[in-house]
T-cell receptor, first 113, second 107 residues
Framework: DGGITQSPKYLFRKEGQNVTLSCEQN?????MYWYRQDPGQGLRLIYY???????QKGDIAEGYSVSREKKESFPLTVTSAQKNPTAFYLC????????????FGNGTRLTVT | KNEVEQSPQNLTAQEGEFITINCSYS?????LHWLQQHPGGGIVSLFM???GKKKHGRLIATINIQEKHSSLHITASHPRDSAVYIC?????????FGQGTRLTINP
């Protein structure tokens, strides 16, 4: 079955360490997204990519980095520069950026202490 | 004021009741999405609509472009419908998400 796989589901890190969250899709979608979800807030866009080897910053890109070397993969690195990294991170994809439904992964809950 | 407002924020009902969740937005949009998030965190896309009404099983979504308002209805609600329902609108360049409505259906 096609879908989006995020791993791991839970991740724990010490402050000051970089950490990479995995996102893989086998839907053959061009567009991929990373969102952050905090309690009581709507999803906020971190980065998005419309095509391989290209990506754009979203609303809250500071302290994060991404790569898109393959169509199927869009890993997110949470760097030590991110001041409040503890959150729930969701990866999504769509056929194109516009006018197509979003498909979401099951998320990664990151806790930094 | 948020660009996307959902109401109510929390809703508890008995099994079998008719449920309505509302979404109002303040920007021009090309499409509106309704999403469902289960306790485990994963999100499923329920509807994407730009006009009129769509139905899938017991779920119905409507949108009124002139009034900048959409509703999600659930008929014959069931405890498995318990989830957070999220409205998202596609504006000029991006999706903007509402805060979500937490629905609890008691047996």
């Amino acid at each position: 079955d096609g879908g989006i796989t995020q791993s791991p589901k839970y991740l724990f890190r010490k402050e000051g360490q970089n950490v990479t969250l995995s996102c893989e899709q086998n839907l053959n979608h061009d567009a991929m997204y990373w969102y952050r979800q905090d309690p009581g807030q709507g999803l906020r866009l971190i980065y998005y990519s419309q095509i391989v080897n290209d990506f754009q910053k979203g609303d809250i890109a500071e302290g994060y980095s991404v790569s898109r070397e393959k169509k199927e993969s869009f890993p997110l690195t949470v760097t030590s520069a991110q001041k409040n990294p503890t959150a729930f991170y969701l990866c999504a994809s769509s056929i194109t950026e516009e006018y197509s439904p979003l498909h979401f992964g099951n998320g990664t809950r990151l806790t930094v202490t | 004021k948020n660009e996307v407002e959902q109401s109510p924020q929390n809703l508890t009902a008995q099994e079998g009741e008719f449920i309505t969740i509302n979404c109002s937005y303040s920007v021009g949009i090309s499409a509106l999405h309704w999403l469902q998030q289960h306790p485990g965190g994963g999100i499923v896309s329920l509807f994407m609509l730009s006009s009129g009404k769509k139905k899938h099983g017991r779920l119905i979504a409507t949108i009124n472009i002139q009034e900048k308002h959409s509703s999600l209805h659930i008929t014959a609600s069931h405890p498995r419908d318990s989830a957070v329902y999220i409205c998202a609108v596609r504006g000029a360049q991006k999706l903007v998400f509402g805060q979500g409505t937490r629905l609890t259906i008691n047996p």
